[in-house]
């Protein structure tokens, strides 16, 4: 039988651009109004309540414009949004959920807008539980702003998102692409690897990319590779152990002798205390003795005269009254 799914498609140009995302319209929902609402509630903070009441009625225009419904409650201290009869797109009500989310981590209203845009979305890293220690976390979270917030504005600039780190979270909005980067270098950040490595590493992608000749290559060599330091000054471990292959023997390696079998062999273990003692101090003076003679050889050693070559010493010639 012969292949159906190989024919000419006339309207399949080049000019197309087959990644482009289409606004979602009312009249692509052929299927009309929701069956069931759906609806999410985020709390917020006590100290968010003024703004929020302030940007509150910019948030209610620009989620209308969606057909969704939100409502703002400072007695709870709750945002919820709900889905309507006038809603046609499905992920709407996702978007506004992110929306509130953001709202509740202290994003600004205009930025945090930009999420019902169908290029953007949002990424909250909880980093908290990476760092047991919360001096460690307040030092290494600081790292991801950097001095006066040059490099968080870095990381923005590369990245083309929007980074806000408030408490135990980091808020991200921007493009899918951004977002995993921008989680990539929280994390790795949280686990003691400077930004700066990676910062530098974004900036060589961005000019490789500039370069048509090498959009189709492997960039791993021009890229950095950063190798891993040991604090330690001690090159050569304590232990060396012999990790060569050894030869397999099924039976168990020669039982090491014991004090006792070293005293029997060297004809101690019947000695008595006395001459035990007597025998271990003769040991000590003889090597006392050889000690002694050392340093007095080493201390006759600045005394001796050096040698001094008389023959090849020359004779002056003495001038005459003549020759001056």
């Not at 493009?175 to 995993?180: A, V």
């Not at 060569?244 to 023997?249: D, E, G, H, Q």
Request: proline share 6%; with cysteine.
């Amino acid at each position: 039988m012969p292949s159906t799914h190989k024919k000419d498609k006339p309207w399949d140009t080049d000019d197309i651009d087959k990644w482009k995302i289409e606004p979602f319209k009312p009249s692509d929902n052929a299927g009309g109004t929701f069956a069931e609402e759906s609806s999410f509630a985020v709390l917020f903070p006590k100290y968010r309540e003024v703004y929020l009441k302030e940007a509150w009625p910019l948030v209610t225009k620009a989620l209308q414009q969606h057909g969704i419904a939100c409502t703002l409650d400072l007695v709870e201290g709750c945002m919820t949004v709900k889905t309507t009869r006038k809603t046609f797109d499905p992920a709407a009500i996702l978007k506004a959920r992110d929306l509130v989310k953001l709202l509740a981590r202290s994003v600004p209203a205009p930025q945090a807008l930009k999420i019902l845009q169908d290029d953007m979305a949002c990424d909250i890293i909880k980093i908290r539980n990476l760092v047991r220690n919360k001096d460690k976390f307040v030092k290494r979270r600081q790292r991801i702003l950097g001095p006066e917030g040059q490099t968080l504005k870095a990381l923005e600039l590369l990245t083309q998102t929007y980074i806000l780190v408030q408490g135990n979270t980091v808020s991200v909005l921007g493009p899918y692409k951004g977002l995993k980067e921008v989680r990539r270098i929280v994390q790795d950040t949280m686990a003691n690897i400077h930004p700066i490595y990676q910062i530098k590493e974004l900036m060589i992608k961005r000019e490789l990319a500039k370069d048509p000749e090498l959009a189709n290559e492997n960039w791993e060599r021009f890229l950095p590779n950063y190798k891993k330091r040991s604090l330690s000054k001690r090159m050569v471990p304590h232990k060396v152990t012999d990790k060569s292959k050894k030869v397999y023997t099924p039976f168990p390696p020669p039982q090491e002798k014991s004090k006792v079998d070293l005293q029997i062999e060297a004809g101690e273990y019947h000695i008595g205390k006395e001459a035990k003692k007597r025998i271990a101090h003769e040991e000590r003076m003889e090597q006392q003795k050889v000690k002694q003679e050392e340093k007095k050889r080493q201390r006759e050693q600045g005394f001796v005269a050096p040698e001094e070559n008389v023959g090849e010493r020359k004779k002056k010639k003495r001038k005459t009254k003549g020759e001056e």
